[in-house]
């Protein structure tokens, strides 16, 4: 939904009580509507008044090995390369799709990222990112082919105020000749407003050669001669910026947060050296004995007896037995020795040491400013190569044990929001190089991403399974819980994976489930019934027919027994008992 359906259009007029719009009303006083229409609708931006000034700041600080490492570490963990493509990104799809798609895909992002060399400058591109706020690249029309831009060059961006901020033209100092044939363009006509600072802006209303803004001839020193307009569909901009800041659409630097605490580490740094160098070594105390001198004579015979000490006598060079005095700084060796009267009394001059600076090893406050430029930069201590804890002790951790947990995942999370920063314009990118080549697949089924930083993440889901799996182990052996429950539960498995851990179970155990029916039969038939159940062994005896007469009985017709006896009834063959 656009922001434009909740301003009230101005009528235009010449009307006195017409002065409300911004352009029949420039000639009237500034009124408060003429006020809000130009701070709150501006067409140039600069980014901050001193942002030139402060990439300069930048490479200093980057100058420091603690934030020269903390960037290392930042840009190396957001550019891990993806061991199945061999790139640093890797492909999310939304949608199903076929292995041609996947194969394409895979085929034209090889091509992409060599064409642009990602392997070699995708970890330099994200330091510059993450170092200037900003990384911008003119992109070859031709060849499509990214051209690195130094930000510095970057004067303004002639923002589109009516499509959300949508950058529309840069304003490039130096541009190469060879682009300026092909990506230059006219100016915008803007309204002079500038916004974050600047001392100067595009003049419009005249429409003067192609590329080139308009200013005051005349000095050699005049930059905007050399300006460019460049149209935006020509310029890669990654900006860490959400477009929620005022320097928006130019972004702001992560050593923008730390700029303060760099500085007074910085200071400190610089304090302890003058400290240690002026106060460290020993001192020596000369106590000259002027007895009862005067003051003004006393001081002169203390000023002798020093120029005596700090001044050597040299043979003179031409030779002869005058010495040349050594005029020259002579500082006092601890080998030398020195003499000096003394009275009967023990009264003179002596010479004592006095010790030179104390607690000069001790630099817990350069720890502290340490260990906040840091943390400033959200990166776990334990990553850098000389520690910083509290402690002051660095201890060695393989990452596993040693290291706290909620420190890496914050990391962690912290490296992902900086890709999702620009990951957009690289997938952006990436779809505009498949829609030139051709490329038949849906755009909308897949995203570019960035490879997800590699870190405890490995080890803290092995130690996790460790633990289910131990847990799981003491649950099977109670009678009463079910082991799909104790699976789902303890294990931590969703119904999906409980699906298909069931699936390939019974691919790996299908032999095992068909038991073999000569061995299981001949078990069966130990017991008295066979595999095949009770029916298959009353099927050996032979099947009467219902209507079939019987067979008569050999000796004649059997006599029916006497049911108290059990002896037969009658003479049937029967031998009676005596």
Known sequence: MSWKRYFTPVEQGTGTGNNYSPINGRGQGPGPARSNYSSYLPDVYVGS???????????????DSEVNAALDILAEFCSQQNDQNNTTFKINFKQQATNSEVTVLQKYLQQWCKLNDFGTKMFRILRNVFKFGDAFFIRDPETKKWFHVDPAKVTRIIVNESEGKKPEQYIIRDVNLNFREQVATTPYTTNGNVTGGGDGYLTGGVRGMVGNAQSQAGSRFGTEQREVAIDADHIVHLSLSEGLDNNYPFGNSLLESIFKVYKQKELLEDAIIIYRTQRAPERRVFYIDVGNMPSHLAMQFVERVKTEIHQRRIPSASGGSTNVIDSAYNPLSTNEDYFFPQTAEGRGSKVETLPGGTNLGEIDDLKYFTNKLIRGLRIPSSYLPSAAQDEGQSQFNDGRVGTAYIQELRFNKYCERLQNLVTEEFDQEFKRYLMEKGANVDFAMFDLQLQTPQNFASYRQSELDNQRIGTFTQIQ?????????????????????LAENERF??????????????????????VGVSGAGITSDLGGTEEVDPEAEPDPVAGGEATPPDTATGQPLGGGGGTPQQ
């Open 49 to 63: 008044p001193n942002r030139v000034e402060r990439y300069g700041q930048y490479n200093v600080m980057d100058n």
């Open 505 to 526: 179970w019974r691919e790996e155990n299908d032999e095992n489930l068909k038991a073999p029916p000569t061995d299981a039969a001949g078990e069966m038939r130990g």
């Open 477 to 497: 052996a109670i009678p009463f819980i079910s082991n799909r429950y104790a699976m789902k539960r303890f294990l931590g498995m969703s119904a999906e994976e």
